[in-house]
């Protein structure tokens, strides 16, 4: 079993639509988290950054983190074609390393 | 401010040959991690520098290997060269301190192994 799970997708929705992407994980050392956008031919894209449990917002973006069910979301409000893209979510622990552990990432497509 | 950038973007190598890529971090960032990125594995951990020192390691053969430079700047080297080793290879760079992992990803440099 991965240590991080995510639904590979493709996700299909229209334009205007509230997207909700999904993770979740084994590990419980996990403190930090993260959601990235990588469009084709990309590198990855840091989008929303959080520590420990509760929401952030930002813009048209909400993370959540629910450290007691091992869960994290990242909700797009009003999508937009040029959200369509893949979805990485990414965690770190706490003591002294930047090394990240991903998910497969969510492909994400809006139709006008 | 500028971005992490990496070089080359694009290689073509042949079996049994070595590699040399490049990655220069946000100015700054003391921290510098590499990735390697396929279809069918996703973004996998190769290995974290910080200070010239290697901080972290994945589970990737010993042909795999980087270093640090005392501005920040870090390479990897891929020695011998196998079919399988063709991927996107991705370095992210990060301020490096307990309180800050937050991670900027290059544009990466994408090897293809012929």
């Known amino acids: 079993q991965k240590e991080v799970e995510q639904d590979p997708g493709p996700l299909s929705v229209p334009e205007g639509a509230i997207v909700s992407l999904n993770c979740t994980y084994s590990?419980?050392?996990?403190?930090?988290f993260m959601w990235y956008r990588q469009y084709s031919r990309k590198g990855p894209e840091l989008l929303m950054y959080?520590?420990?449990?509760g929401n952030k917002e930002d813009g048209r973006f909400t993370a959540q983190v629910d450290k007691s069910s091992k869960y994290i979301s990242l909700f797009i409000r009003d999508s937009q074609p040029s959200d369509s893209a893949t979805y990485l979510c990414?965690?770190?622990?706490?003591?002294?390393?930047?090394?990240?552990?991903f998910g497969t990432g969510t492909r994400l497509q809006v139709f006008p | 401010k500028a971005g992490v950038t990496q070089t080359p973007r694009y290689l073509i190598k042949t079996r049994g040959q070595q590699v040399t890529l490049s990655c220069s971090p946000i100015?700054?960032?003391?921290?510098v991690s590499w990735y390697q990125q396929t279809p069918g594995q996703g973004l996998q951990f190769l290995f974290e520098?910080?200070?010239?020192?290697?901080?972290n390691k994945g589970n990737f053969p010993g042909r795999f290997s980087g270093r640090q430079f005392s501005n920040s700047r870090s390479e990897m080297n891929v020695s011998t060269l196998e079919l399988g080793d063709s991927a996107l290879y991705l370095c992210?760079?990060?301020?490096?301190?307990?309180?800050?992992?937050?991670?900027?990803f290059g544009q990466g440099t994408r090897l293809t192994v012929v």
């Open positions: 959080t520590y420990s449990s």
């Open positions: 590990n419980s050392a996990f403190q930090y």
């Open positions: 990414a965690m770190s622990q706490v003591y002294n390393t930047d090394k990240l552990i």
């Open positions: 992210a760079s990060s301020p490096g301190t307990i309180s800050n992992t937050e991670a900027f």
């Open positions: 520098y910080f200070s010239e020192t290697q901080r």
């Open positions: 100015s700054g960032h003391r921290s």
